[in-house]
Every structure is written in structure tokens, then in C-alpha cells.
């Protein structure tokens, strides 16, 4: 049986990563893996890591390691590199694909200077337990931090200085504008879930003309970032909508139109 082995992304791994393994899926998969691969070339610059697991010359596995100062996702802290995601094909599961990822990724971040890994992962997540599990981080002796409902923020120290990190404070208020339903959408362009998700309501909001006005908080802003402290959000007039996955086309269609039916 071929062994599992790692290696820093290369072009030939690009299309599956920046799909998230949905190779050839979607049309919409496609355009926005295309902007994300995009994205990796100024994250990659910024220090950030691409891991890819492989057994024999099947990609069975991904990890992405970002320096935190510059993570759209996950947490706040300081000299350390965050995990925003760790996607393991099931085939790799049993095959310990994760933990060699996760090893990967330590590796060079204690390498290149880094003071510790944080990561947020979750528990008891009905239908994506698969997604960060709190158990597997526990199991890769990472130490809780904090926790906040379902999340666990999770750390793993490479020295005695380091600092642990700390979740985001969301920090939203709702501003009115007279004659028009506000939608204000907070993404990320790093994850994918929450990149389509915000093509989708900028298409939605564009069918009812001058009556929706759009207002975007895109993550990537550090500035916009740190005031909010919200990766992903929709908002129509002050109200939260959401799915977990991303946000359906006449969902946020309805959602606005029940707004506007209030104005009679």
C-alpha cells in the first residue's frame, strides 16, 4: 500500500485545493476557485502555507496555515499561524492523512519563527462533523483556550513567551437608510463557502434594482476586519439569515422580499 506523504502545494494541486476537492462540480465551483487561487499567491507571500497529502499520486487531503496577523477567519492573536481548515478525502482519514497535515504544518511554522498553532474547531456539529473536529485537535495534543457553544478555540505553544489567542468579539449595529432594504454582507474571499455565498447575494440584490441597497464588509480589509471581527454574515435589515452552507439564491430572495412587503 503506497504511503501517505506531504508536500507544499504545487501548481498541479492548485485546482484541488482552491475547490475544496469539488473538482469539476460546478460551473460556480470553477470561477471562484479561479479567485481563490488568486488569493493563495498574495497569502503565500504573506508567509501562508499550502499543505497537500498524498497517497502514491491521489491527493487525499489539504491544510492551510496562515500567519494570524493575516487570517480573514478563526481568531486573534499574535507570532502564531492559525488553521482555518483541514479537509481529509475519507479514504485518508484511516490512513492518518490529518495528523500528517496537521505535522506538516507545525514543522515549518516552528521553523520559520512562529511562537506557536491555533486553531477553532467544533463539537457536535449534526451532518458536518467531519469539519475541524474538536476531538481530533484534542487528540493532536492541542489545549483548549476558550470555548463559545459549539467552538472551541484550541492552541499549541511552541515556547514558554507565547501568547494564546483569543476569539473574535463580534461587533455589528444595524444603520437604517430611508426608502431602501439594507442588506450588508460580510465575507471572506478565502473560503469558499463564504465566497459564493456573497456572488450569490450581490446577483439576488442586483434583480430588485434601486430598492436593495448592498453594502459589503469584505474580511480581507484588516481594517474593516478588526472593527467587526465578522468573517462570514448576511444581513437584511438588521436580521441575520443564514444556512451553514451556502446561502441559497431564493433564500435570500425571499428574505428580502418579505422586507419589502413591510413597506407595503
Not at 483541514?86 to 516552528?110: H, N, P, T, Y
Not at 478555540?153 to 473574535?168: I, S
Not at 444581513?235 to 428574505?255: D, K, M
Amino acid at each position: 500500500m503506497p504511503e501517505i506523504h506531504v508536500r507544499e502545494m504545487i501548481e498541479s494541486d492548485a485546482y484541488f485545493v482552491s475547490t475544496c476537492s469539488h473538482i469539476h462540480e460546478s460551473a460556480e465551483i470553477d470561477a471562484c476557485a479561479a479567485a481563490r487561487r488568486a488569493r493563495f499567491v498574495e497569502l503565500k507571500k504573506q508567509g501562508s502555507l499550502f499543505k497537500v497529502a498524498l497517497c502514491g499520486d491521489k491527493r487525499i487531503g489539504f491544510a492551510y496555515g496562515i500567519p494570524i496577523e493575516h487570517a480573514p477567519w478563526g481568531a486573534l492573536g499574535a507570532h502564531l499561524m492559525t488553521i482555518p481548515c483541514l479537509a481529509v478525502l475519507e479514504e485518508g482519514s484511516a490512513k492518518g492523512a490529518g495528523g500528517a497535515l496537521i505535522a506538516a504544518i507545525e514543522r515549518d511554522a516552528q521553523a520559520a519563527g512562529y511562537s506557536g498553532v491555533s486553531v477553532t474547531a467544533y463539537r457536535d456539529m449534526p451532518g458536518a462533523e467531519w469539519f475541524m473536529p474538536a476531538s481530533f485537535f484534542e487528540h493532536m495534543r492541542y489545549a483548549p483556550v476558550d470555548a463559545r457553544g459549539r467552538e472551541v478555540l484550541f492552541w499549541k505553544p511552541f515556547d514558554d513567551h507565547a501568547e494564546p489567542p483569543h476569539f473574535l468579539q463580534p461587533h455589528y449595529v444595524f444603520a437604517a437608510q430611508e426608502g431602501v432594504v439594507i442588506v450588508d454582507l460580510f465575507w471572506n474571499a478565502f473560503c469558499q463557502t463564504s465566497a459564493i455565498e456573497a456572488q450569490r447575494v450581490r446577483e439576488v440584490c442586483a434583480e430588485f434594482g434601486p430598492s436593495v441597497l448592498l453594502r459589503e464588509y469584505p474580511a480581507e480589509d484588516r481594517e474593516i476586519f478588526l472593527r467587526h471581527q465578522i468573517p462570514r454574515a448576511i444581513y437584511v435589515e438588521g436580521n441575520e439569515i443564514s444556512w451553514g452552507y451556502e446561502a441559497p439564491r431564493e433564500g435570500i430572495r425571499t428574505a428580502i422580499q418579505q422586507q419589502l412587503s413591510k413597506r407595503g
